[in-house]
Every structure is written in structure tokens, then in C-alpha cells.
């Protein structure tokens, strides 16, 4: 198992570099991924009462395919204004006004006129088959938007799932944890110094993970790192205990310590 999440964070790292065939496979496995959340929804489930902390879920599937589309099949680009702006129009009319995330605050997307389920998957498909026959047509240096999206839907995988784990909705499909060793042993945080963020390599990363800088753990000599801000400096060595941390375990953390555990909550994309 342990092996089995081992190359589970390994895929992950090589798709951000990965060439044009593994891309093309890894936007489908996404593709097919994301419905795989929602396909045993039932037509009542698709409905849900408004909630700060998930999307609804139409109007996130719907949101994902525009979003494939605007970065990839549009030719999304930044003009002279700064603004974000598309070469050409979507295959969908009105999608603009639905799934622009940018635009549409989070407590309106309750009540957008968006199309029914069955129009936005003929939609999804239709961006899909778009995306694959780009990307195979595409040069290797031409794959940043590819790999944008192909992140992007993942991301949004994952807020789909939390979403099912926040209405009480049964998880879509068998998960399995991998078990940890020597849980509830502690683990030791060494000295040193360490890298945080993306190296610039011309790998795909996300604008908050730019770029690697150099970090302190306690006990290093940081002082050649003193001029690159900010850094963070560990002010001891650490031990940490290894255990899974459960929902209910980290409300109780988080109120403890006088904090409200909304308060944490990310914002919506
Ligand atoms: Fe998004």
C-alpha cells in the first residue's frame, strides 16, 4: 500500500513535465474521474441548499469543462489591460455568463439558469474530444494550458468529493487508506535547510508555488539565508506524532486552541 501511494505522488510530480500521449491519458483518466463523483447522483441529490464551503454540484461540473475550454480550445490569453480574454467564442452559448468563476460570486451560482444535466455532459464530452485532438497536435513547449487544466479538473475531483463528505452523501466508489507505519509513533523533524516551492525548470506549477527558496530548520546556520525573504526558521527541532487526523479530531484541535474551524475553510475557486 505504502508503494501504492508512493507512485501515486510520483505520477503526480511526472505529470506536471509529462509529453503529449501521458497528458492525453491523464486528461481522460480526469475527465472520466470527475463524473465518477457525481454519476450515482440521484436527480434529488443534484439539488442542494446553499453552503459556504462547496460548489453546486451542475454548476461545478459545468464550471470544469469551461474552464478545459477557456484555457486550451479558446486560446484564454492576458491582452494589454491585464484582462483575461479568449480568441474565440465557447461552443456553449451563455457559458460565459454561467461558469466563469472569476465573475460569478460564489452565492449566485444557487441561482443561475445553467442547463440541464444532459446538455452540460454532451458539453464536457464535446471539450474533451476538443482537448485530447490539441494536445496531439501540439508541440511539446505548447502543453501549459494542457497541464493547467488537466491540475485544475483534479482539484476540482477533490472539492467534489468533499462535497458528497459535507452533505452526508455515501462516497462514490470504494477509498481505500492506506495504513501507516508505526502509527502513533513520533516523527522527527531534523535541522536543516530545505526547499520550499517549484524549481523553475519548465515544469508545469501553480502561481503560488513559484518559486523553490531556501528554508531554515532549527539548528541550521542560516545566516547566507537571511537576505532571501521571507523564509521561515523553525526555532527548535520537532517531533511530530505520525497519526491520521479525523474530522471530528481536528475540529476539536482547532476549538481548542480558540479557533473556529470555518475560519479555515479555503475559499471557493
Ligand atoms: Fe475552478
Not at 500521449?21 to 434529488?44: C, G, I, K, Y
Not at 474533451?128 to 511539446?140: M, N, P
Request: aromatic content about 10%; glycine content about 8%.
Amino acid at each position: 500500500m505504502a508503494s501504492e501511494l508512493a507512485s501515486t505522488q510520483t505520477a503526480g510530480i511526472a505529470a506536471r513535465s509529462s509529453g503529449r500521449l501521458e497528458l492525453e491519458r491523464a486528461l481522460t483518466d480526469a475527465h472520466e474521474r470527475t463524473w465518477s463523483v457525481l454519476a450515482n447522483l440521484t436527480p434529488e441529490q443534484w439539488h442542494v441548499p446553499y453552503h459556504p464551503g462547496i460548489n453546486p454540484p451542475l454548476w461545478e461540473f459545468g464550471h470544469v469543462a469551461w474552464f478545459n475550454e477557456w484555457w486550451v480550445l479558446r486560446d484564454a490569453y492576458w491582452n494589454a489591460r491585464e484582462e483575461n480574454v479568449t480568441r474565440r467564442p465557447s461552443m456553449l452559448s451563455g457559458a460565459d455568463r454561467w461558469f466563469d468563476s472569476g465573475r460569478i460570486a460564489h452565492v449566485d451560482r444557487w441561482t443561475l439558469d445553467i442547463p440541464p444535466l444532459a446538455e452540460l455532459r454532451d458539453y464536457a464530452n464535446a471539450v474533451l474530444d476538443g482537448v485530447r485532438a490539441r494536445v496531439a497536435a501540439s508541440d511539446e513547449h505548447e502543453l501549459y494550458a494542457s497541464r493547467l487544466t488537466l491540475f485544475h479538473e483534479d482539484m476540482h475531483g477533490e472539492a467534489l468529493a468533499y462535497m458528497r463528505q459535507t452533505l452526508g452523501y455515501p462516497p462514490p466508489f470504494a477509498i481505500r487508506v492506506p495504513p501507516l507505519s508505526d502509527e502513533h509513533a513520533d516523527v522527527d523533524i531534523p535541522g536543516g535547510v530545505f526547499m520550499q516551492g517549484a524549481p523553475d525548470d519548465g515544469a508545469f506549477v501553480f502561481d503560488n508555488e513559484k518559486w523553490a527558496r531556501g528554508n531554515a530548520r532549527a539548528g541550521a546556520d542560516v545566516a547566507h539565508l537571511r537576505e532571501q525573504r521571507p523564509f521561515r526558521r523553525v526555532r527548535r527541532r520537532r517531533r511530530l506524532r505520525r497519526s491520521r487526523l479525523v474530522v471530528g479530531r481536528w475540529v476539536r484541535v482547532a476549538r481548542g486552541g480558540g479557533i473556529r474551524p470555518s475560519s479555515l475553510l479555503a475559499q471557493r475557486c
